[in-house]
């Protein structure tokens, strides 16, 4: 009489609640799968989310969702789930904010990997370093530098500042400038620059390079001299231009100033009184 009672108050109501618990659980184990494979599969048609960010999105979704899935199943065999959630969030507080720095890290990484202000390859300029782009991490970005440096800079202080990025575009425009002196017959000059830039196949013809007097400096007369070129040939253009006008100058008796200070010494003569 006495196990009959206990077998309907105690065992048979705590085995349902055990059985459903388990079942909530397993079902909910496979709905959540179900739900991040759909997910992954979506997010992977979307041609501006990169792989990494999409399996970390789905890790993060499949851990939310697992964690409903438990407090269900706790809840289903009477556990008070209120301060377990209370208790859950609490924590998720503490850790965020001891993990302030590495949470806008996070934030930074996300949005370098959805928006792709650069990808991997390209050369440029951000978080105070300038190199070309060797991986794109959630927490950092490695870069490397013209004499070969692995710099690993935080997301945080890239997306913070500006981004230069020098492999965005097709086409660059170098920026030079070339000062002669003011016995110089201007006209020769910009002729002979016209003509160093007319000779050389790296440099665009469209649009249209341009050379052009742009100052009267104090102990200099300034040309300016723009062409278009390839983004690759920027600095063998650039390099071998500065060569180039030296060179031509020479040849044609064309000085090139440079900064000078005359110093004047007066002498006073006194005499004894």
Do not use: C
Not at 25 to 42: N, Y
Not at 149 to 167: L, Q, R
Not at 193 to 206: Q, Y
């Amino acid at each position: 009489m006495e196990l009959d009672m206990m077998l309907n108050e105690y065992a048979i109501p705590w085995g349902i609640k055990i059985a459903l618990a388990l079942l909530i659980f397993v079902v909910g184990r496979w709905v959540v799968k179900l739900v991040v494979k759909v997910l992954k599969k979506l997010l992977g048609r979307a041609k501006t989310m990169d792989e990494m960010l999409i399996n970390f999105v789905s890790s993060i979704v499949n851990a939310v969702l697992m964690l409903f899935v438990i407090i269900a199943s706790l809840d289903q065999l009477g556990v008070d789930t209120t301060s377990l959630v209370a208790l859950i969030g609490a924590a998720g507080l503490a850790i965020g904010l001891a993990l302030q720095g590495s949470m806008q890290n996070f934030a930074a990484g996300v949005m370098i990997l959805v928006f792709k202000p650069f990808k991997a390859g390209d050369f440029v300029e951000a978080g105070g370093v300038t190199g070309v782009v060797e991986t794109v991490n959630i927490f950092s970005s490695t870069l490397r530098t013209g004499d070969n440096k692995e710099i690993i800079v935080p997301n945080g202080a890239i997306y913070s500042g500006s981004i230069t990025n020098y492999s965005a575009r097709d086409t660059r425009r170098v920026d030079m400038v070339f000062g002669v002196s003011y016995e110089d017959d201007i006209r020769q000059v910009k002729a002979i620059l016209e003509k160093l830039v007319a000779e050389d196949e790296r440099i665009l013809k469209d649009p249209a390079p341009v050379v052009a007097l742009s100052e009267l400096a104090d102990s200099s007369v300034n040309f300016i001299v723009r062409p278009w070129v390839n983004s690759a040939d920027y600095w063998d253009v650039y390099w071998s231009m500065n060569e180039k006008v030296k060179l031509a100058f020479d040849e044609a008796g064309i000085s090139i100033p440079y900064p000078q200070m005359d110093v004047h010494l007066h002498k006073n003569d006194k005499t004894d009184a």
